[in-house]
Protein backbone atom coordinates (compact mmCIF):
# COMPACT_ATOMS: atom_id res chain seq x y z
CA UNK A 1 0.00 0.00 0.00
CA UNK A 2 1.04 3.34 -0.59
CA UNK A 3 1.90 5.57 2.44
CA UNK A 4 2.35 9.51 2.15
CA UNK A 5 5.83 9.53 2.78
CA UNK A 6 6.09 6.93 -0.42
CA UNK A 7 4.60 9.35 -2.31
CA UNK A 8 6.72 12.41 -1.25
CA UNK A 9 10.01 9.99 -2.50
CA UNK A 10 8.06 9.30 -5.53
CA UNK A 11 7.43 13.17 -6.03
CA UNK A 12 10.87 13.86 -5.41
CA UNK A 13 12.49 11.88 -7.91
CA UNK A 14 13.80 13.25 -11.06
CA UNK A 15 13.34 11.46 -14.23
CA UNK A 16 16.00 11.92 -16.71
CA UNK A 17 15.03 14.02 -19.94
CA UNK A 18 15.61 12.29 -23.26
CA UNK A 19 18.05 12.73 -25.64
CA UNK A 20 21.82 12.45 -25.86
CA UNK A 21 23.68 11.57 -22.48
CA UNK A 22 26.21 13.93 -21.09
CA UNK A 23 29.72 13.30 -22.79
CA UNK A 24 32.04 14.22 -19.89
CA UNK A 25 35.42 13.12 -21.58
CA UNK A 26 34.63 15.30 -23.70
CA UNK A 27 34.39 18.15 -21.96
CA UNK A 28 37.31 20.88 -21.59
CA UNK A 29 40.09 20.62 -19.42
CA UNK A 30 41.45 24.01 -17.83
CA UNK A 31 44.88 22.94 -16.57
CA UNK A 32 46.49 22.64 -20.21
CA UNK A 33 48.10 19.59 -19.41
CA UNK A 34 48.52 17.11 -22.36
CA UNK A 35 48.59 13.36 -21.48
CA UNK A 36 51.39 11.26 -23.78
CA UNK A 37 49.47 7.56 -22.61
CA UNK A 38 46.13 7.03 -21.51
CA UNK A 39 44.01 3.92 -21.93
CA UNK A 40 43.60 0.27 -20.87
CA UNK A 41 46.29 -1.99 -19.61
CA UNK A 42 45.84 -5.61 -18.28
CA UNK A 43 42.78 -6.98 -20.71
CA UNK A 44 43.31 -10.18 -21.42
CA UNK A 45 42.54 -11.42 -25.19
CA UNK A 46 42.90 -14.28 -27.21
CA UNK A 47 45.78 -13.68 -30.50
CA UNK A 48 47.29 -16.04 -32.99
CA UNK A 49 51.24 -15.40 -33.66
CA UNK A 50 53.82 -16.64 -36.41
CA UNK A 51 55.24 -20.14 -35.39
CA UNK A 52 58.28 -21.51 -37.22
CA UNK A 53 57.33 -25.08 -36.94
CA UNK A 54 53.17 -25.31 -36.66
CA UNK A 55 52.78 -21.67 -38.46
CA UNK A 56 50.99 -20.35 -36.13
CA UNK A 57 50.34 -20.85 -32.38
CA UNK A 58 47.05 -19.31 -30.28
CA UNK A 59 47.93 -17.94 -26.96
CA UNK A 60 46.62 -15.62 -24.14
CA UNK A 61 47.87 -12.31 -24.48
CA UNK A 62 47.78 -9.26 -21.37
CA UNK A 63 47.05 -6.21 -23.88
CA UNK A 64 47.34 -2.57 -23.25
CA UNK A 65 46.72 -0.08 -25.50
CA UNK A 66 47.32 3.56 -25.25
CA UNK A 67 46.81 7.14 -27.11
CA UNK A 68 47.73 10.50 -26.80
CA UNK A 69 44.98 13.10 -25.01
CA UNK A 70 45.45 17.21 -26.39
CA UNK A 71 45.72 19.26 -23.27
CA UNK A 72 42.04 20.30 -24.09
CA UNK A 73 40.71 17.23 -23.62
CA UNK A 74 39.41 16.53 -20.00
CA UNK A 75 39.46 12.36 -20.88
CA UNK A 76 39.48 9.66 -23.18
CA UNK A 77 36.74 7.06 -24.43
CA UNK A 78 38.22 4.21 -22.66
CA UNK A 79 35.18 1.87 -23.47
CA UNK A 80 36.52 2.43 -27.88
CA UNK A 81 39.77 0.81 -27.14
CA UNK A 82 37.81 -2.38 -26.07
CA UNK A 83 35.55 -2.00 -29.27
CA UNK A 84 38.49 -1.73 -31.22
CA UNK A 85 39.98 -4.92 -30.52
CA UNK A 86 36.89 -6.73 -30.56
CA UNK A 87 35.57 -5.65 -33.65
CA UNK A 88 38.27 -7.89 -34.97
CA UNK A 89 36.54 -11.38 -33.58
CA UNK A 90 37.54 -13.45 -31.06
CA UNK A 91 41.02 -14.31 -31.98
CA UNK A 92 43.35 -11.47 -33.11
CA UNK A 93 45.92 -12.04 -35.69
CA UNK A 94 49.67 -10.20 -34.82
CA UNK A 95 49.53 -9.01 -38.80
CA UNK A 96 46.92 -6.59 -38.68
CA UNK A 97 48.66 -4.77 -35.43
CA UNK A 98 48.89 -2.08 -37.95
CA UNK A 99 45.25 -2.02 -38.76
CA UNK A 100 44.59 -2.10 -34.78
CA UNK A 101 46.74 1.41 -34.52
CA UNK A 102 44.80 3.26 -37.16
CA UNK A 103 41.40 2.15 -36.36
CA UNK A 104 42.75 3.22 -33.09
CA UNK A 105 43.82 6.39 -33.88
CA UNK A 106 40.50 6.96 -35.78
CA UNK A 107 38.45 6.26 -33.56
CA UNK A 108 39.62 8.03 -30.63
CA UNK A 109 41.04 11.12 -33.29
CA UNK A 110 44.40 10.55 -31.71
CA UNK A 111 47.75 11.90 -33.28
CA UNK A 112 49.91 8.84 -31.68
CA UNK A 113 48.77 5.09 -30.42
CA UNK A 114 50.18 2.40 -28.48
CA UNK A 115 49.68 -1.44 -28.26
CA UNK A 116 51.44 -3.55 -26.06
CA UNK A 117 51.13 -7.17 -25.89
CA UNK A 118 52.59 -10.11 -23.61
CA UNK A 119 52.44 -13.29 -23.30
CA UNK A 120 53.28 -17.21 -22.84
CA UNK A 121 54.74 -19.14 -26.30
CA UNK A 122 55.62 -22.65 -26.07
CA UNK A 123 58.52 -24.65 -27.90
CA UNK A 124 58.61 -28.55 -28.21
CA UNK A 125 62.11 -29.43 -26.41
CA UNK A 126 64.35 -32.72 -26.53
CA UNK A 127 66.30 -33.77 -23.21
CA UNK A 128 69.83 -34.02 -24.42
CA UNK A 129 70.40 -37.83 -23.39
CA UNK A 130 66.60 -39.41 -23.14
CA UNK A 131 65.63 -37.61 -25.82
CA UNK A 132 62.72 -36.87 -23.79
CA UNK A 133 59.93 -34.24 -25.36
CA UNK A 134 58.46 -31.33 -22.63
CA UNK A 135 57.44 -28.13 -23.17
CA UNK A 136 59.19 -25.28 -22.42
CA UNK A 137 57.43 -21.96 -21.94
CA UNK A 138 59.01 -18.18 -22.55
CA UNK A 139 57.61 -14.78 -22.43
CA UNK A 140 56.89 -12.38 -25.70
CA UNK A 141 55.68 -9.04 -25.92
CA UNK A 142 54.99 -7.30 -28.77
CA UNK A 143 55.62 -3.03 -28.23
CA UNK A 144 53.78 -1.30 -31.36
CA UNK A 145 53.05 2.42 -31.71
CA UNK A 146 51.73 4.68 -34.61
CA UNK A 147 52.96 7.93 -34.27
CA UNK A 148 51.19 10.22 -37.60
CA UNK A 149 52.14 7.68 -40.57
CA UNK A 150 54.76 6.10 -38.66
CA UNK A 151 55.18 2.49 -37.26
CA UNK A 152 57.30 1.43 -35.32
CA UNK A 153 57.29 -2.16 -33.67
CA UNK A 154 59.35 -3.97 -31.07
CA UNK A 155 59.15 -7.77 -30.65
CA UNK A 156 60.80 -9.35 -26.90
CA UNK A 157 61.69 -12.34 -25.83
CA UNK A 158 62.70 -13.53 -21.98
CA UNK A 159 64.58 -16.53 -21.98
CA UNK A 160 65.83 -18.60 -18.85
CA UNK A 161 69.01 -20.03 -18.84
CA UNK A 162 71.61 -21.64 -16.87
CA UNK A 163 75.30 -19.35 -16.37
CA UNK A 164 77.82 -20.85 -14.32
CA UNK A 165 80.80 -18.50 -12.52
CA UNK A 166 84.11 -18.71 -14.47
CA UNK A 167 85.78 -17.27 -11.30
CA UNK A 168 84.25 -19.98 -9.18
CA UNK A 169 85.58 -22.44 -11.54
CA UNK A 170 89.19 -21.25 -11.26
CA UNK A 171 89.96 -21.40 -7.93
CA UNK A 172 87.42 -23.80 -6.36
CA UNK A 173 88.80 -27.19 -5.82
CA UNK A 174 85.12 -28.36 -6.26
CA UNK A 175 82.96 -27.49 -8.35
CA UNK A 176 81.62 -24.28 -9.05
CA UNK A 177 78.40 -22.11 -8.18
CA UNK A 178 75.96 -21.95 -11.12
CA UNK A 179 72.46 -19.96 -11.15
CA UNK A 180 69.54 -19.59 -13.27
CA UNK A 181 69.68 -16.60 -15.50
CA UNK A 182 67.29 -14.50 -17.58
CA UNK A 183 67.81 -12.62 -20.66
CA UNK A 184 65.70 -10.20 -22.28
CA UNK A 185 66.22 -9.40 -25.96
CA UNK A 186 64.05 -6.59 -27.81
CA UNK A 187 64.79 -5.99 -31.40
CA UNK A 188 63.41 -3.62 -34.41
CA UNK A 189 63.98 -5.54 -37.57
CA UNK A 190 63.25 -5.51 -41.91
CA UNK A 191 62.35 -8.61 -42.79
CA UNK A 192 61.19 -11.74 -40.67
CA UNK A 193 62.23 -12.94 -36.95
CA UNK A 194 60.92 -15.67 -35.81
CA UNK A 195 60.43 -16.03 -31.99
CA UNK A 196 62.50 -19.17 -32.18
CA UNK A 197 65.20 -17.13 -33.56
CA UNK A 198 66.03 -15.37 -30.88
CA UNK A 199 65.55 -17.74 -28.09
CA UNK A 200 68.27 -20.27 -30.09
CA UNK A 201 70.71 -17.25 -30.05
CA UNK A 202 70.28 -16.53 -26.68
CA UNK A 203 70.62 -20.09 -25.58
CA UNK A 204 73.25 -20.34 -27.45
CA UNK A 205 75.14 -18.38 -25.65
CA UNK A 206 74.59 -19.77 -22.02
CA UNK A 207 76.25 -21.87 -20.15
CA UNK A 208 73.09 -24.42 -20.61
CA UNK A 209 69.79 -24.32 -21.80
CA UNK A 210 67.14 -25.10 -19.96
CA UNK A 211 63.79 -27.69 -19.79
CA UNK A 212 61.11 -28.70 -18.71
CA UNK A 213 61.29 -32.34 -18.67
CA UNK A 214 65.10 -34.41 -17.58
CA UNK A 215 65.89 -37.63 -16.56
CA UNK A 216 68.68 -38.12 -14.70
CA UNK A 217 70.81 -38.58 -17.53
CA UNK A 218 70.12 -35.89 -18.92
CA UNK A 219 70.60 -34.02 -15.97
CA UNK A 220 74.07 -35.07 -16.14
CA UNK A 221 74.93 -34.11 -19.31
CA UNK A 222 72.78 -30.74 -18.69
CA UNK A 223 75.35 -29.84 -15.51
CA UNK A 224 78.51 -30.76 -17.20
CA UNK A 225 77.78 -29.12 -20.61
CA UNK A 226 77.48 -25.42 -17.96
CA UNK A 227 80.84 -26.59 -16.09
CA UNK A 228 82.23 -26.74 -19.57
CA UNK A 229 80.91 -23.48 -20.32
CA UNK A 230 81.32 -21.05 -17.52
CA UNK A 231 80.41 -17.14 -18.54
CA UNK A 232 79.92 -14.47 -16.25
CA UNK A 233 77.07 -12.12 -16.67
CA UNK A 234 79.07 -9.89 -19.42
CA UNK A 235 79.79 -12.69 -21.56
CA UNK A 236 75.94 -13.77 -21.60
CA UNK A 237 75.21 -10.41 -23.14
CA UNK A 238 78.40 -9.96 -25.64
CA UNK A 239 77.61 -13.43 -26.63
CA UNK A 240 74.09 -12.62 -27.62
CA UNK A 241 74.83 -9.49 -29.32
CA UNK A 242 77.57 -11.19 -31.34
CA UNK A 243 75.38 -13.22 -32.87
CA UNK A 244 72.39 -10.90 -33.38
CA UNK A 245 75.21 -8.85 -35.69
CA UNK A 246 75.31 -11.78 -37.45
CA UNK A 247 71.74 -11.05 -38.80
CA UNK A 248 71.55 -8.36 -41.41
CA UNK A 249 67.24 -8.02 -40.85
CA UNK A 250 67.89 -6.83 -37.23
CA UNK A 251 68.33 -3.18 -37.09
CA UNK A 252 68.31 -2.43 -33.49
CA UNK A 253 68.58 -4.68 -30.41
CA UNK A 254 69.00 -4.46 -27.18
CA UNK A 255 70.24 -7.28 -24.24
CA UNK A 256 69.86 -7.50 -21.04
CA UNK A 257 71.09 -10.29 -18.80
CA UNK A 258 70.80 -11.15 -15.32
CA UNK A 259 72.06 -13.88 -12.89
CA UNK A 260 69.87 -14.96 -9.74
CA UNK A 261 73.11 -15.31 -7.85
CA UNK A 262 73.36 -18.75 -5.65
CA UNK A 263 75.82 -17.81 -3.16
CA UNK A 264 75.35 -13.81 -2.93
CA UNK A 265 72.40 -11.73 -1.73
CA UNK A 266 72.44 -9.94 -5.13
CA UNK A 267 71.89 -10.22 -8.37
CA UNK A 268 74.23 -9.54 -11.65
CA UNK A 269 73.33 -7.72 -14.23
CA UNK A 270 74.64 -6.39 -17.94
CA UNK A 271 73.02 -4.59 -20.44
CA UNK A 272 73.66 -3.33 -24.09
CA UNK A 273 72.04 -1.50 -27.04
CA UNK A 274 73.19 -0.64 -30.20
CA UNK A 275 71.46 -0.27 -33.83
CA UNK A 276 73.55 -3.04 -35.90
CA UNK A 277 73.36 -1.03 -39.20
CA UNK A 278 75.88 1.61 -37.69
CA UNK A 279 77.13 -0.19 -34.84
CA UNK A 280 77.49 2.76 -33.00
CA UNK A 281 75.77 1.86 -28.95
CA UNK A 282 73.69 4.28 -27.48
Known amino acids: METSDTKKIEAGKKIPKSGALVDTQNQKDERCIPIDKVGVRGLRFPIQVRDRARHHQDTIASVGMYVDLPHEFKGTHMSRFVEVLSSHGNLVHVEIIPQILQEMQSKLHAKNA ?62 AHNQRGEVTVAVRFNDIVWIEDLIEQVESSASSELYALLKRPDEKAVTEAAYENPVFVEDLVRNVVMRLKAMPQVTWYRVEAENFESIHNHNAYASIEAHSDSMDFV
Open 114 to 175: HLEMEFPYFLEKTAPVTRKKSLMDYTVSFDASADGDDLDFVLKVVVPVTTLCPCSKAISRYG
